[in-house]
């Protein structure tokens, strides 16, 4: 391997020369060429090499800069999971389950920017522009200054945002969009990197904001390398039951704002329609109290969320009982049944165990466990829970209740909503909720003796 030749550098004016001298030429400073050494060793076609780059420029951490400036769509659901509205030059990922209203969401996105004065553009690589225009006329958007195009080759779409310079671009989907320098098929791992690194690259250098539209996998997580989720500013899932009306659009990336911030949208005839109060809606339903539900007041980001927890214990007939649950963990349904069984004597061997959060809500909070423990019980023993009952808190291993975080908002959204007594973890520090009776309980021992007369 041919070793790397050195490199004289003038400390004074920085001139490359072949060899050492006395005098630098350029500057005519004398003593100041001194040797480098390269900027790492090997071939130049494989390493660095030897050559110099630019001098990028330094700054502290105490440089003030002036937040990012935003965009409000008139969307507030859509604005709240964006962390407070549009960014110049941010790339969005959206992902979500086939026909659950991906398309539709950003279509009626793209018009209320487009209305605000954004100059906007909607690429859509899967429909022909005449759906798009039908789906449009249907949602009562035919008359927004959105600029439509179908196309799938990238540089004619990079081609075309150079000439148009919008404000804003809607790619519907990256997994149809190809490069001509890639020799792969569209929707390959290869080309979606490609694909997406040129649009965030474009959307950066150009001051142009990209949503991206992206599939899902069988097990729900966006199709393609999990690079194209690091490229990105914010990622976005769309989430729904196909048998419910409400949608969740759920932020799980956000460089501008909080991650886990919720939008809740409801499916109407005329489009997405937001919910300005989700606690609401999802106990909207609530009937009479029934044995196996429970309130759970949880957070989603920044807002408090009220769901309802509802859960059947039978006889099972089969050697091995069955445990469905939707919407929760189930490693965290096992753990709890566990504790119910080891720490508090209450077994359910032998018995079918069904959960599931109303209104297609999925919950991951660990300030679940009491809720669930709550109904789980209460359809073992088929005794109803009090109607105006609210229930948050975590189980340790020991039965022991932890106490949760965000306490005040909790018990303010459920006193709003009629809720009148709450039960919680001792030791939680409570300012808010003067109006609400709160039983606070040391273990799961002891709120299983309250509540149900047994432990």
């Known amino acids: 391997m041919a070793k790397a030749s050195p490199q004289f550098t003038c400390t004074a004016c920085g001139a490359v020369h072949k060899k050492w001298a006395g005098r630098c030429e350029a500057c005519g400073a004398w003593n100041t060429i001194a040797e480098e050494a390269p900027l790492s060793a090997g071939p130049a076609s494989r390493t660095l090499g030897g050559t110099k780059g630019r001098r990028i420029a330094l700054s502290t951490l105490a440089t003030e800069e002036a937040p990012p400036p935003r965009t409000l769509s008139g969307m507030a659901e859509f604005d709240r999971v964006l962390g407070g509205g549009l960014v110049p030059a941010s790339a969005i990922l959206v992902g979500g389950d086939p026909g659950i209203g991906k398309s539709t969401l950003l279509l009626q996105a793209v018009a209320a920017f487009a209305r605000k004065g954004l100059k906007c553009l909607y690429i859509s690589g899967e429909e022909a522009a005449a759906q798009v225009r039908m789906r449009a006329q249907r949602l009562g958007l035919a008359e927004a200054p959105v600029d439509l195009g179908a196309e799938t080759n990238l540089r004619d779409i990079l081609t075309t945002l150079e000439a148009e310079r919008p404000d804003l671009v809607i790619i519907d989907s990256i997994q149809t969009m190809w490069a001509d320098t890639v020799e792969a098929a569209p929707g390959s791992v290869s080309q979606v990197r490609s694909a997406a690194h040129e649009l965030v690259t474009f959307a950066k250098t150009r001051g142009v904001s990209v949503i991206l539209v992206?599939?899902?996998t069988k097990e729900g997580q966006i199709a393609g390398p999990r690079v194209v989720e690091h490229m990105v500013d914010t990622v976005l899932y769309f989430e729904g039951e196909r048998g419910h009306q409400f949608r969740i659009l759920r932020a799980v990336k956000n460089r501008f704002g909080p991650a886990s911030e919720i939008g809740v949208f409801e499916m109407t005839g005329g489009g997405l329609a937001e919910v300005a109060n989700p606690s609401a809606l999802f106990l909207s339903e609530r009937g009479q109290p029934a044995p196996g539900s429970a309130v759970f007041a949880g957070i989603e980001g920044t807002r408090p969320v009220l769901t309802e927890i509802q859960a059947l214990v039978a006889p099972s007939s089969l050697a091995s009982p069955r445990r469905t649950v939707v919407g929760l963990d189930s490693g965290r349904v096992s753990t709890i049944l566990a504790v119910l069984e080891s720490r508090c004597g209450i077994p359910f061997t032998g018995l079918d165990v069904f959960l599931n959060v109303a209104g297609g809500m999925k919950v991951s909070e660990p300030a679940a466990d009491l809720a669930l423990a709550a109904a789980l019980l209460s359809a073992r023993e088929d005794v109803a829970l009090p109607p105006d009952l609210v229930i948050f808190g975590e189980i340790s291993l020991s039965a022991a209740l932890r106490p949760v975080g965000q306490v005040e908002n909790r018990l303010k959204e459920a006193e709003k909503l009629g809720f009148t007594q709450a039960i919680l973890p001792q030791g939680t520090k409570v300012e808010g909720g003067?109006?609400?009776?709160?039983?606070?309980?040391?273990?799961?021992?002891?709120?299983?003796?309250?509540?149900?007369?047994?432990?």
């Open 214 to 216: 992206g599939h899902v």
């Open 434 to 455: 003067a109006g609400m009776r709160l039983r606070k309980l040391p273990d799961l021992v002891t709120f299983v003796g309250d509540m149900f007369g047994a432990g």
